[in-house]
DNA sequence: GCCAACGTTGGC
DNA sequence: GCCAACGTTGGC
């Protein structure tokens, strides 16, 4: 079992977005990154978890656990040029990037900023803290998983 | 809205 | 294969 972190922007498709979607399940579409798909097409697995994480916005930080319901297949939305996220060189025969089926978990008690998680020195490591980072698909390990479980219910 | 840090593109 | 130019991400 792995878990993740996924990026979105809550005014593109935020937390709020996923409960409101049939069986509160949406596919994970647009990663136009290699690193990131490479992490979704080769080593998510069904039943692994993953952070939200709101992005680009006015508080960015981790706002729920989703659950990955289906494995890497490939991501319609590069096929058709009408799609913001079209590709004419991902061809169904020959698919560029893939996508992975999300269900909403859980909410947090509280959001956990960026800026919180910043403060943690044990998640210095983590790959989200990195300067620069831009992946919007990335591993996590398990203790910093944990360790954040564990800040949900700390008192501040 | 600014801009640093990346990733990608394309000329050479 | 190098690298400048450009586009994007995302915190602030």
Redesign the pocket.
């Known amino acids: 079992m792995n878990y993740w972190l996924l990026?979105s922007?809550p005014d593109v498709f935020g937390i709020d977005h996923l409960i409101k979607m049939p069986r509160k399940t949406e596919h994970w579409d647009g990663v136009?990154?290699?690193?990131a798909r490479n992490f979704m097409r080769d080593s998510m697995k069904k039943g692994d978890l993953a952070f939200f994480?709101?992005?680009?916005?006015k508080e960015?930080g981790i706002v729920g656990v989703v659950r990955i319901v289906r494995e890497a297949y490939p991501d319609h939305t590069a096929f058709d040029p009408k799609c913001k996220y079209y590709d004419p060189?991902s061809e169904p025969a020959k698919p560029r990037w893939f996508m992975v089926d999300v269900k909403y978990d859980r909410r947090l008690k509280r959001p956990i900023s960026?800026?919180e998680l910043?403060q943690q020195t044990t998640l210095k490591s983590m790959k989200l803290l990195?300067?620069?980072?831009?992946?919007?698909v990335m591993p996590v390990e398990k203790s910093d998983w944990d360790h954040i479980l564990k800040l949900e219910t700390a008192c501040c």
């Open positions: 990026k922007e136009r990154n290699y690193q994480y709101h992005s680009n916005c960015p060189n960026l800026k910043k990195q300067r620069g980072n831009r992946l919007s």
